[in-house]
């Protein structure tokens, strides 16, 4: 008698896949069998069974050292399906039972052949529906023909024997860390509260629709956008797990201003709004530009891992330089494994607004301590500085031993401006946060709203973006209404940055004329002392290098930033210097940060990524068509020259591949 699984009847191991999360069937059933197996071989003392933890330590001394391989024996089919179960949570990708074969010996039905196959393995069979008036849910299937697979067969009373065995999988299987985290849950027992968590989340934004209309979008924006990217994460019920989409718009906007990179999860705050998040940057007009979305069903450290890589493979791979999140032991060990050469901050306006929350007594009796607060974090420029204003604070408000802050206080490396000088951020200023989508969630969860008009008004909004941002390229202001000095220093950045940029330098330009320079050192690195008099006094070192045209300021704002600090302005006063060296200009802030090479950022390598390769030359021809349909579509003139060149561009393409296509009718029939 042989037994062959289908898909809706699958004996299911402990698993888990890239895509996919465990199921609930058959939990207690399988994980009683794992249980049982593995205690047998590594038992725990006592009476009581093992933990999930001794589980686990069961398969790692099961499958630490060994894989399969030809010929290996094992005492009972039930010794070989525990290792093969320990070797598959090893590598990270799940296992069923395929197959199994029987035979009568001597009156008795015994069991001779078992098949053990990855998760993936086989295609989905469709079967005959009957007609009916009952909505069904469309589901995807997991099954992608993978080959793994281990058959054992029966040589003896104790003795199974590998007799076929294929290592080699068709799709990309998850890090051991990744299956570790689903074991520990299902062992746990909490498996199953965080099933009954992700069925809720999945009523609360499909409703009865299930992610029909999440996927008709997805659809429809890829026939109208061929440069549109979108990527969905199911369970192994084939159900929605978290959803990642980048249109094109900002797979340009990215190569030009992704140095610094917000994952903002605003949806966090409000247990009604839809688990919607966004990556987002700043431009160079200092507006928010949107980077891509994702839909955030299951809030666990292995689908954040999958949001950020596929993001990331959207982007071709660039990493930012810096990446800011909110606070999260998930989500901060997913930036550690996808970005480990960014810098990851935390967003130190959440914690400005959670520290609202969490000291509503200290608020309400001190109403200008969030104010002194706010100075603290933002404008002490030093460590020193910080360290002795935040002691300050928590004296006069008695507020040593309260263990919020001094749960801050621990991270403050993570979040605090003066402890990350070394990373850049794009902020042109610390005072004034900038206008991030959180003000559009609140803007659209008054009332609940469908996860179709969520997405539609959110497209308005990246559309209202980018309209802005075009206007603001567009729009050219007079530098003399703007300038309070007759500097040549003034007068250059003015003509070089954008509004938003030169308004800030300008600011740090005045700021320098009320400080004073004094040179203490000669040499190649000429150094400075910058002072200002004030409660409490500053004085600031920098360093100047006239040869190469570089200046270091140790407030590390221009590192920052990437604009120049009061001080070495300051030092540019004295030293005599009237304009701007080349070196003390960053592209990323002018009025021409979107001509000539991009690609901001850190390239990680990309497999697609040569030159010669088909996905290369596409995106690259992406890239330069976005950018002439951004021109093109400013006013009725340019849209005219716009359609013109593609016009003929198209033309010419066109020719060129009838030409060669003849030329090879040509050359084939000559032979």
């Given at each position: 008698m042989e037994y062959s699984s289908s898909e809706d009847e699958e004996l299911v191991e402990d698993f888990i896949d890239v895509e996919d999360d465990t199921g609930t069937e058959n939990i207690d059933q399988g994980t009683a069998v794992v249980a049982s197996q593995i205690h047998a071989i590594h038992p725990s003392d006592g009476t009581m069974p093992p933990t999930g933890n001794e589980l686990l330590m069961a398969a790692d001394v099961v499958g630490r050292n060994d894989e399969p391989r030809m010929g290996m024996e094992f005492e009972s089919d039930a010794a070989a399906r525990a290792f093969y179960n320990a070797y598959a949570l090893r590598f990270g990708f799940g296992i069923r039972v395929a197959r199994s074969r029987s035979e009568r010996r001597k009156g008795v039905e015994v069991l001779v052949m078992k098949r053990f196959v990855c998760l993936k393995e086989g295609h989905h069979k469709k079967k005959p529906v009957e007609p009916s008036n009952k909505k069904k849910r469309k589901r995807l299937s997991i099954r992608d023909g993978c080959p793994a697979m281990m058959e054992v067969v029966r040589r003896g009373p104790d003795k199974w024997v590998i007799t076929k065995l294929v290592l080699e999988h068709n799709h990309v299987i998850a890090s051991a860390d990744r299956a570790r985290e689903v074991q520990l849950r299902r062992l746990s027992g909490k498996f199953q509260e965080h099933e009954n968590q992700l069925q809720e989340m999945r009523r609360n934004v499909f409703g009865d629709t299930d992610a029909q209309g999440l996927f008709d979008y997805f659809k429809r924006m890829q026939s109208e956008n061929s440069g549109f990217f979108c990527s969905i994460q199911v369970d192994n019920k084939n159900c929605v797990s978290n959803a990642v989409w980048v249109d094109a718009r900002a797979r340009i906007a990215y190569t030009y201003f992704g140095d610094a990179v917000y994952f903002d999860t605003t949806y966090s705050q409000n247990e009604n709004m839809l688990p919607f998040a966004a990556f987002t940057g700043v431009n160079h007009h200092g507006d928010t530009v949107v980077f891509g979305c994702a839909l955030i069903l299951d809030r666990t450290e292995s689908s954040y891992g999958w949001i950020f890589e596929t993001w990331l493979a959207a982007m071709d791979k660039r990493l930012p330089f810096s990446f800011t999140t909110d606070e999260g032991k998930g989500m901060a060990a997913a930036v550690a494994k996808v970005f480990p050469?960014?810098?990851?901050?935390?967003?130190?306006?959440?914690?400005?607004?959670?520290?609202?929350?969490?000291?509503?007594?200290?608020?309400?009796?001190?109403?200008?301590?969030?104010?002194?607060?706010?100075?603290?974090?933002?404008?002490?420029?030093?460590?020193?500085?910080?360290?002795?204003?935040?002691?300050?604070?928590?004296?006069?408000?008695?507020?040593?031993?309260?263990?919020?802050?001094?749960?801050?206080?621990?991270?403050?490396?993570?979040?605090?401006?003066?402890?990350?000088?070394?990373?850049?951020?794009?902020?042109?200023?610390?005072?004034?946060?900038?206008?991030?989508?959180?003000?559009?969630?609140?803007?659209?969860?008054?009332?609940?709203?469908?996860?179709?008009?969520?997405?539609?008004?959110?497209?308005?909004?990246?559309?209202?973006?980018?309209?802005?941002?075009?206007?603001?390229?567009?729009?050219?202001?007079?530098?003399?209404?703007?300038?309070?000095?007759?500097?040549?220093?003034?007068?250059?950045?003015?003509?070089?940055?954008?509004?938003?940029?030169?308004?800030?330098?300008?600011?740090?330009?005045?700021?320098?004329?009320?400080?004073?320079?004094?040179?203490?050192?000669?040499?190649?690195?000429?150094?400075?002392?910058?002072?200002?008099?004030?409660?409490?006094?500053?004085?600031?070192?920098?360093?100047?290098?006239?040869?190469?045209?570089?200046?270091?300021?140790?407030?590390?704002?221009?590192?920052?930033?990437?604009?120049?600090?009061?001080?070495?302005?300051?030092?540019?006063?004295?030293?005599?210097?009237?304009?701007?060296?080349?070196?003390?200009?960053?592209?990323?802030?002018?009025?021409?940060?979107?001509?000539?090479?991009?690609?901001?950022?850190?390239?990680?390598?990309?497999?697609?990524?040569?030159?010669?390769?088909?996905?290369?030359?596409?995106?690259?021809?992406?890239?330069?068509?976005?950018?002439?349909?951004?021109?093109?579509?400013?006013?009725?003139?340019?849209?005219?020259?716009?359609?013109?060149?593609?016009?003929?561009?198209?033309?010419?393409?066109?020719?060129?591949?009838?030409?060669?296509?003849?030329?090879?009718?040509?050359?084939?029939?000559?032979?």
């Open positions: 050469q960014c810098f990851h901050r935390l967003c130190r306006w959440r914690i400005l607004s959670r520290c609202k929350k969490k000291l509503t007594d200290v608020y309400t009796r001190f109403p200008g301590f969030h104010d002194e607060l706010k100075r603290c974090i933002n404008e002490c420029d030093t460590v020193p500085v910080f360290d002795m204003v935040w002691g300050s604070i928590l004296d006069k408000y008695g507020l040593r031993d309260d263990t919020w802050l001094q749960s801050l206080y621990e991270i403050r490396h993570k979040w605090v401006p003066a402890y990350l000088t070394s990373s850049f951020s794009a902020e042109l200023s610390l005072t004034h946060r900038v206008e991030t989508v959180s003000r559009f969630h609140r803007n659209n969860f008054s009332a609940r709203v469908s996860l179709s008009t969520f997405i539609t008004r959110f497209d308005q909004y990246m559309d209202g973006l980018y309209a802005s941002e075009a206007r603001k390229d567009v729009i050219s202001f007079p530098p003399e209404q703007l300038l309070k000095t007759n500097m040549v220093l003034e007068k250059q950045a003015a003509s070089i940055y954008t509004r938003a940029a030169f308004e800030t330098f300008q600011v740090e330009l005045i700021e320098a004329l009320q400080h004073y320079a004094v040179k203490v050192q000669d040499g190649p690195y000429m150094k400075y002392d910058v002072e200002r008099d004030g409660d409490p006094p500053t004085r600031h070192t920098v360093f100047y290098n006239v040869a190469e045209k570089k200046a270091w300021c140790d407030c590390c704002r221009f590192a920052f930033s990437a604009i120049l600090c009061r001080h070495v302005l300051g030092v540019f006063v004295l030293a005599g210097v009237i304009m701007l060296p080349e070196p003390c200009i960053t592209k990323r802030w002018t009025k021409k940060a979107k001509t000539g090479p991009e690609l901001i950022g850190l390239n990680v390598g990309n497999e697609s990524g040569s030159a010669d390769s088909v996905v290369s030359r596409y995106n690259d021809l992406v890239r330069d068509a976005m950018k002439c349909a951004e021109k093109g579509a400013v006013s009725a003139g340019t849209f005219k020259v716009a359609k013109e060149v593609l016009s003929k561009a198209f033309t010419e393409i066109k020719g060129l591949r009838e030409k060669l296509n003849k030329d090879a009718l040509q050359s084939a029939a000559s032979r």
